[in-house]
């Protein structure tokens, strides 16, 4: 792997003065209904700074949309969510990602028709401080901004072990690499909250070993911090540090991967045990 990239360089923009360890998001009491459909019920859990934190539970057990709660995708009818220090209710994604939260999806959402390149490029937009006014009386600058973002872009190329693909659609990658391209996009936006729905679905197990790997380091080389939805629960206990439970959209377990694995709740929803 290079490790030419200097992981400092990489995760500058969203100096916050969080400490290591400390909480960097908290979600309190926080429900979320569709009409009549209970999708999230008074949950309350928090993610630390420089950890990783995985979300898991039975299908339909509202993961998706507790990661759609936390990137402003969804405004909760109660509760509510606190980003370094900073509470809030109603958030547009857009705002979210400017505030540093980034996140890949489940079926994954990339320009098809354009390079792993240029879609890793677009995860800059949310950091580019020239507008196409500035570009077009401002020159200088504006072209000295756009080399920068192209220099970052492809540092996480190298980093990613991506190069042999940068000029090739995405559309026409194999599915465990349009997945890494998916994660250098969220990692071009330099997020201090990385928010990844699923990133080993459908993945055979040597990709799974490669996105695990990747995870990992880019945890411990970019200091960023990591909250995964999962379902192979040998990754989530492989990788993570704390693991929130949920169920029917209740939380039912919060804690490090081997105490949640032995919560009688926990098993009980994964073996479909019926519940009051
Ligand atoms: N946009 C929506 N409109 C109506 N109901 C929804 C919507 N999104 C989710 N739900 C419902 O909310 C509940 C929680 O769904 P969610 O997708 O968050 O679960 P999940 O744990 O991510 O499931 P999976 O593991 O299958 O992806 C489900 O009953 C689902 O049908």
Same mark, same amino acid.
């Given at each position: ?99 540093? &939260? ?95 729905? %699923? ?30 939805? %999962? ?35 926990? &098993? ?9």
């Amino acid at each position: 792997m290079n490790r030419a990239v200097d992981p400092r360089d990489l995760n500058v923009h969203h100096a916050d003065g969080v400490a290591k360890g400390d909480v960097l998001l908290e979600a309190k009491d926080v429900s979320l209904r569709f009409g009549g459909v209970k999708a999230i019920t008074k949950i309350s859990f928090d993610i630390r700074k420089g950890e990783i934190r995985a979300i898991i539970g039975p299908n339909g057990a509202g993961k998706t949309s507790m990661l759609n709660v936390i990137n402003g995708f969804y405004t909760p009818q109660e509760g509510t969510i606190t980003f370094r220090g900073v509470e809030r209710r109603a958030m547009r994604t857009t705002d979210a990602a400017r505030q540093g &939260i980034a996140r890949t999806f489940q079926n994954i959402a990339l320009f098809k028709g354009m390079t792993t390149l240029d879609n890793i490029m677009t995860g800059r937009i949310t950091l580019q401080k020239s507008n196409i006014f500035a570009q077009a009386i401002w020159r200088g600058p504006a072209l000295r901004e756009e080399l920068e973002h192209r220099h970052r872009v492809e540092e996480i190329i190298d980093f990613l072990e991506i190069q042999h693909i940068r000029k090739v659609p995405v559309g026409r990658l194999p599915y465990g690499l349009q997945k890494r391209v998916e994660l250098g996009r969220a990692l071009a936006a330099e997020p201090a909250l990385l928010l990844l729905d %699923e990133p080993m679905a459908g993945m055979n197990l040597e990709e799974k070993e490669d996105m695990s790997r990747f995870i990992l380091d880019v945890n411990s080389q970019f200091g960023t911090t990591i909250a995964l939805i %999962e379902h192979d629960m040998g990754v989530v206990m492989d990788i993570s540090d704390r693991v929130v439970v949920l169920d029917y959209g209740r939380k039912i377990g919060d804690g490090p991967p081997d105490e949640v694995s032995k919560n009688q709740n926990v &098993i009980d929803a994964y073996l479909g045990v019926p519940h009051e």
